[in-house]
């Protein structure tokens, strides 16, 4: 019984992002760019629970697509809790990252019909710096916030110009991990 939980669940969280829109994938810069490493970690303290962290770039803090525009990654407890990509260097980066929970409640052998939907969204910014690698670490948290860090690989700093930026309603109405 616990498969078949797990494959609703699943199934729940793809069905939320094919309704959200096509992803279109972040365009990675070409070999001999300036370019960073960003590496993606997401951490999920409940498996009772589906959770997925959907992150993108965008063109500026109000979610704006464009050519340097893309979903970077999708991570979940299932199949990928970490991932690591090539972002263009000397250059801003905005970043929105998605946190869904769903949880599909099971009562002795039949799985109860209320679904639980929590998402909660932050927007980061930074300039990365050529050769360089950073972790953007997440917690599937809903209720602490959504925690996002954003370090330096190397020095386990942050940068200096990282920041926090408020949801703009852009941005939260734009389609997740879009």
Not at 5 to 12: D, E, Q, T
Not at 43 to 72: H, M, V, W
Not at 90 to 104: G, M, S, W
Not at 116 to 134: E, K
Request: with cysteine.
């Amino acid at each position: 019984m616990r498969k078949n939980s797990v494959m609703i669940r699943a199934y729940l969280v793809r069905m939320l992002l094919l309704l959200s829109g096509c992803a279109a994938m972040y365009p990675q810069p070409q070999p001999g760019e300036k370019s960073a490493q960003l590496q993606l970690k997401a951490f999920f303290p409940r498996t009772d629970y589906y959770n997925a962290e959907l992150i993108s770039a965008f063109e500026d803090d109000q979610c704006t697509r464009g050519p340097k525009a893309g979903q970077l990654a999708e991570l979940t407890w299932v199949r990928q809790k970490e991932s690591t990509v090539r972002v263009r260097a000397d250059q801003r980066l905005y970043l929105k990252t998605t946190a869904i929970t769903t949880r599909v409640p099971e009562v002795g052998r039949q799985i109860m019909t209320q679904v639980t939907n929590l998402r909660c969204t932050r927007v980061t910014s930074f300039v990365p710096q050529d050769g360089h690698t950073y972790t953007l670490s997440l917690r599937a948290e809903i209720a602490t916030d959504c925690p996002v860090e954003l370090v330096d690989a190397a020095t386990l700093n942050k940068p200096d110009d990282l920041q926090f930026l408020p949801v703009s309603k852009a941005c939260a109405a734009a389609p997740l991990g879009r």
